[in-house]
């Protein structure tokens, strides 16, 4: 790593010092893990602090999307999208169940609430949508159909720590919802995820699941895994709630920096008008179309020679991979705008250390290649 490199993110974390103390009392308690201490704190602080009920915290976001969607009891085909990470679709395949792919709405990344219903066959056992990039769904009509059709949601929120509606956080809608607090995310512990459930039953229900199925020394009622997160990402959960709030407004200072310069560069679309009312800023994708004179492909690989790394979130589609591309629902003609859109999306780099004289370079390089 060069000094001059600027990746796409960068993880937030505390003052080295600050951490300090947690570590001291985890090595003199020698309680590593198994709902300690710090698990316990940080899950009841997380909830408050998401204003949501019933939080359940994991080892990290796939592991709570796995347990999420096992604890439904799920059989048959469940509806997705294929403009997501990989895991989205291989929590499904891992449960068994096969995924039917819903394009991306035209103005946005989210599924298109508007074609669900036309994927609905007498297999179809749940919905599993994806907040992505921490934009909110259209979870009004999606709770509407689901209720029609008697179908479990799940929410794929990895991207959504913290994002609120007018009605309050968006982790509040579907059955479950899942976040991921990956080093890359707004929120991270290392690794780290949680599930939150709409109910207190299903909370105990996904509790047990994460530790195996066990419900005291001598039975285990289900097949469970381990889902535990440990103490030392839990005391690091703990102090990172503290600056959160912090990270998010400065990614939302960058964010607006980037939609003042880049609006009026041709042949880029920003995205702003996609979020929340409360948003987080997890990630800046623009669209580079086809009247910018060079290839969203081109631009990145330009970009990447001057040593700034952008990503191409979510290029290829999940339908696009060899265990996926044989689904009836993956041909391209189902999935135009999810097609259209991973061929032009580009994430710029967006984290609170980025500092503006790095922005700059980066939004002058966009606007030069113009
Ligand atoms: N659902 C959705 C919708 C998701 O997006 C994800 C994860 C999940 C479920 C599953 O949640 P987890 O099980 O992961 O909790 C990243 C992450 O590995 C993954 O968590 C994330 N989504 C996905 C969108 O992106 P990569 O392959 O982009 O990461 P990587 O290693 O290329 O890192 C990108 C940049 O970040 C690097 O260029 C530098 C920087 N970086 C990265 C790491 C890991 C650091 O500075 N420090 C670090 O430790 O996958």
């Known amino acids: 790593m060069k000094s001059e490199d600027i990746f796409v993110t960068k993880p937030s974390l505390p003052q080295l010092e600050s951490f300090l103390p947690y570590l001291e009392e985890i090595w003199s308690s020698q ?36 347990t999420a969607i096992r ?23 891992w449960n068994d169940l096969t995924p039917v792919f819903v394009d991306v709405d035209p ?27 921490g934009y909110p769904c259209d979870v009004e009509k999606i709770t509407k159909i689901a209720k029609k059709h008697d179908l479990a949601v799940i929410y794929d929120a990895a991207h959504a720590f913290d994002v609120r509606d007018s009605a309050g956080s968006i982790l509040k809608y579907g059955d479950l919802s899942i976040l991921s607090f990956h080093a890359t995310k707004v929120f991270n512990t290392f690794e780290g995820g949680a599930v939150i459930s709409s109910t207190a039953e299903q909370k105990e ?8 199925g066990i419900t005291d020394e001598v039975s285990v009622v289900e097949t469970g895994i381990n889902g535990k997160m440990n103490e030392f990402q839990s005391a690091l959960g703990l102090l990172q709630l503290k600056n959160v709030g912090q990270a998010i407004r400065g990614r939302g200072e960058l964010s607006a920096r980037y939609d003042e310069a880049l609006a009026s560069v ?26 910018y ?10 970009l990447r020679d001057e040593r700034i790394f952008t990503r191409r979130y979510f290029y290829p589609l999940i339908s696009s991979f060899s265990m996926y591309n044989h689904l009836p629902s993956s041909c391209a003609a189902n999935l135009p705008c999810a097609n259209a859109i991973a061929n032009q999306v580009l994430c710029l780099p967006l984290y ?5 004289d790095e922005q700059d370079r980066v939004i002058d390089r966009i606007q030069k290649y113009s």
């Open 107 to 133: 103005f946005g990344f989210n599924m298109d609430a508007s074609k669900i219903e036309a994927a609905i066959t007498d297999n179809t056992s749940a919905i599993l949508p994806v907040h992505c990039y």
């Open 293 to 302: 004179s060079i290839s969203r492909d081109e631009l990145y690989e330009k």
């Open 266 to 291: 041709r042949g880029v679309s920003i995205m702003s008008h996609m979020a929340a009312e409360h948003h987080n800023y997890a990630y800046y994708p623009l669209l580079i179309e086809e009247n």
């Open 352 to 356: 609170p250390d980025l500092c503006f």
């Open 71 to 93: 604890s439904l009891d799920l059989k048959g085909e469940v509806i997705t999208t294929p403009y997501s990470f990989v895991a989205t679709a291989h929590s499904l395949l």
């Open 31 to 66: 309680v590593l893990t198994n709902a300690g201490k710090f698990h316990n704190l940080f899950e009841t602080a997380l909830a408050e602090y998401l204003g949501v009920k019933h939080v359940s915290i994991f080892a990290n976001g796939t592991l709570a999307l796995l």
């Open 205 to 212: 229900k996904i509790d047990r699941m994460k530790n195996f």
